[in-house]
């Protein structure tokens, strides 16, 4: 029998591949531009006749699939927070679980509660019955591994991102075809503000240093600095790519030939942008994915030299605490991976941890440096990591200093019209 007739014979609807889940069902499935959502339609519709559904998963862009507001029997299980559960989440009606990326994989694998499905999206099979994850790794692999059984979307419209991203034929049990548009993540402009804290960051940017960043203007304003500056021959490793990474690649910018791991690759465990970028990855041996345990592993991701992480945040207090995933009680978004790659730049021979944010919200009327963080507001990074912190106005290392000192070099990079008052409470 050959993988061709296997795959035959497991392709089914979708409203069947989840017709025996039953109540109490505890459920993976993928995220971000890699969610499966003729899949995840079913379950809903599944959702009565299995009450009490969990589904969990990473950050899930978008309208929410399985209708959630509206559906009491399936509940959003959430190790990142986005647009299709947040509001759930806040009113009560989903979980949300705070923990560093690289620990998603393990939670999975150790949890006490069976994992009866991996619910995926992948890439049609190659000529050997090999499906790639495409566009999110993440924790889908540990996932397969634990759950009782695996369902799968194919997708055409899917990568096939090379790299540890392999299911093979044999190894699910249902497969649903489905073609279907991946979300897409434009990428703003940057705004001036951008561009004058990427102004800042780019000095701490040495010749041959591996970046990690996210998605946003500050990332790309940064990438089209250093496009201007011929000769860095940068690398990336990091959890997500966008589309400023493509572009540099194609500007020859990012050659990885002074990474001292994973040697001229560029390294995520997942990818989120526009259709261009999605193509460009496709079967482009320059992109390697990887589990979240393997990118974000501190000893893995600081074992580059000269590893510069930019990251962002919502407010830092005066004494250097980082609050990346709350607006006071409000959960926004999550842990993410901010502490694994801010620890491990700063293990990195050479490295670099950076904090990026305007220093000011509500069209300036609110400082983001702040005195104390909001009630409710949530530690990400503690002040015993963060090292620099960036904003339009400037770049401080907190590093090794007091608290005085973090204060006070703190308030030299705030919004002018909030200085006085942070001097004030700092007394």
Excluded at 101 to 125: D, G, N, Q
């Amino acid at each position: 029998m050959t993988w061709r007739d296997v795959y035959r014979s497991k392709t089914m609807s979708a409203d069947a591949a989840v017709a025996d889940i039953g109540p109490g069902a505890n459920i993976f499935i993928g995220g971000n531009s890699a969610t499966p959502r003729i899949l995840a339609a079913a379950l809903g519709r599944r959702a009565d006749a299995a009450p009490n559904m969990s589904v969990g998963h990473v950050l899930m862009l978008g309208v929410d699939p399985l209708e959630t507001r509206n559906n009491p029997n399936a509940r959003h299980h959430a190790w990142f927070v986005g647009p299709a559960d947040r509001a759930q989440v806040n009113s009560g009606l989903a979980d949300y679980v705070p923990c560093h990326l690289s620990e998603i994989p393990r939670i999975l694998k150790t949890m006490e509660r069976p994992l009866h499905r991996a619910v995926l999206m992948v890439s049609p099979p190659d000529a050997h019955g090999f499906m790639s994850l495409g566009t999110e790794v993440m924790a889908s692999l540990a996932a397969a591994e634990r759950a009782e059984r695996i369902v799968v979307q194919v997708n055409p419209r899917m990568p096939r991102v090379l790299g540890n991203t392999f299911l093979h034929v044999d190894e699910v049990d249902a497969i649903v075809e489905g073609e279907e548009e991946l979300p897409e993540l434009a990428c703003p402009t940057p705004s001036d503000i951008d561009r004058r804290i990427a102004e800042h960051i780019v000095p701490l940017v040495p010749h041959g240093a591996t970046l990690q960043l996210g998605i946003g203007g500050v990332p790309d304003a940064v990438i089209g600095l250093l496009c201007e500056q011929p000769g860095l021959d940068l690398g990336v490793h990091s959890e997500m790519i966008s589309n400023g990474v493509m572009q540099a690649c194609q500007a020859g910018l990012i050659t990885g030939r002074h990474k001292t791991r994973h040697r001229r690759k560029v390294v995520t465990t997942f990818v989120l942008g526009t259709r261009e970028l999605y193509d460009w990855c496709h079967e482009n041996p320059v992109v390697e994915a990887h589990p979240c345990d393997h990118t974000n592993d501190l000893l893995v991701a600081s074992s580059n030299d000269n590893l510069v992480a930019i990251n962002s945040a919502i407010s830092v207090d005066l004494t250097g605490q980082v609050n990346s995933d709350s607006i006071g009680r409000r959960i926004y978004s999550g842990v993410g991976g901010q502490v694994d790659f801010i620890r491990a730049a700063a293990r990195s021979k050479g490295g670099v941890p950076i904090i990026a944010m305007p220093s000011t919200a509500r069209g300036g009327t609110l400082s983001r440096i702040v005195s104390t963080l909001a009630l409710g507001a949530g530690v990400v990074t503690s002040r015993a990591d963060v090292h620099w912190v960036v904003t339009e106005y400037g770049a401080v290392n907190l590093f090794g200093r007091s608290l005085r000192r973090r204060a006070e070099a703190l308030i030299s990079i705030a919004h002018p019209d909030h200085r006085d008052a942070l001097a004030n409470d700092l007394g």
